[in-house]
T-cell receptor, first 116, second 115 residues
Framework: AQSVAQPEDQVNVAEGNPLTVKCTYS??????LFWYVQYPNRGLQFLLKYITGDNLVKGSYGFEAEFNKSQTSFHLKKPSALVSDSALYFC??????????????FGGGTRVLVKP | DGGITQSPKYLFRKEGQNVTLSCEQNLNHDAMYWYRQDPGQGLRLIYY???????QKGDIAEGYSVSREKKESFPLTVTSAQKNPTAFYLC??????????????FGPGTRLTVL
């Protein structure tokens, strides 16, 4: 079984300040980890993913995430938040073994509000 | 959202009616997925298909049905057996390439409301 926890329902941050959205996961095989962003009444947009290699992954719109195997975490970060980053963010995990069928499990989402 | 289209954007259904949500992709992806999103919750997998003419149940398949007659199309039918169908429905697709590290890409969604 695989699962994802996003412990914060909402994160508030002032524009220009660093933004962090937390994610922890549980999976049997090697974790493939993803971050998506969703704007109101829209589909999910892919931000970045970790498959293997460097623990720090850089993605779209200045976002990055750090994979920490010992803490089973994959926190999303942005050094300087913009008002336009206000959205709903989802972390997702899948088991890296081929037999797992490429099924993603999503966290409950974290709403980010960036205030000017 | 590019490459995956869902229609309609908004759909209203009376109780007891079946409705079909459309999902089409022009990305030449092998695998397609249907998710349901409820307020304050993450996405839950309804059905998925890794190849034409084959599909598997996800975590919440009861009250739903799908077909995969063409690679580019994966329609979802919400039947009258689904007791609480009001939700936002998202379709996704991915290539099942040799590395199997591919990303799922999502359509814009269909909001279904039961009157």
């Amino acid at each position: 079984a695989q699962s994802v926890a996003q412990p914060e329902d909402q994160v508030n941050v002032a524009e220009g300040n660093p933004l962090t959205v937390k994610c922890t996961y549980s999976v049997s095989g090697n974790p493939y980890l993803f971050w998506y962003v969703q704007y109101p009444n829209r589909g999910l947009q892919f931000l970045l993913k970790y498959i293997t290699g460097d623990n720090l992954v850089k993605g779209s719109y200045g976002f990055e995430a750090e994979f920490n195997k010992s803490q089973t975490s994959f926190h999303l970060k942005k050094p300087s938040a913009l008002v336009s980053d206000s959205a709903l963010y989802f972390c997702a995990v899948r088991d890296g073994r081929h037999a797992a069928g490429n099924k993603l499990t999503f966290g409950g989402g974290t709403r980010v509000l960036v205030k000017p | 959202d590019g490459g995956i289209t869902q229609s309609p954007k908004y759909l209203f259904r009376k109780e007891g009616q079946n409705v079909t949500l459309s999902c089409e992709q022009n990305l030449n992806h092998d695998a397609m997925y249907w998710y349901r999103q409820d307020p304050g919750q993450g996405l839950r997998l309804i059905y998925y298909s890794q190849i034409v003419n084959d599909f598997q149940k996800g975590d919440i398949a009861e009250g739903y049905s799908v077909s995969r007659e063409k690679k580019e199309s994966f329609p979802l039918t919400v039947t009258s057996a689904q007791k609480n169908p009001t939700a936002f429905y998202l379709c996704a697709s991915t290539s099942t390439g040799t590395g199997n590290t591919d990303t799922q890409y999502f359509g814009p969604g269909t909001r279904l409301t039961v009157l």
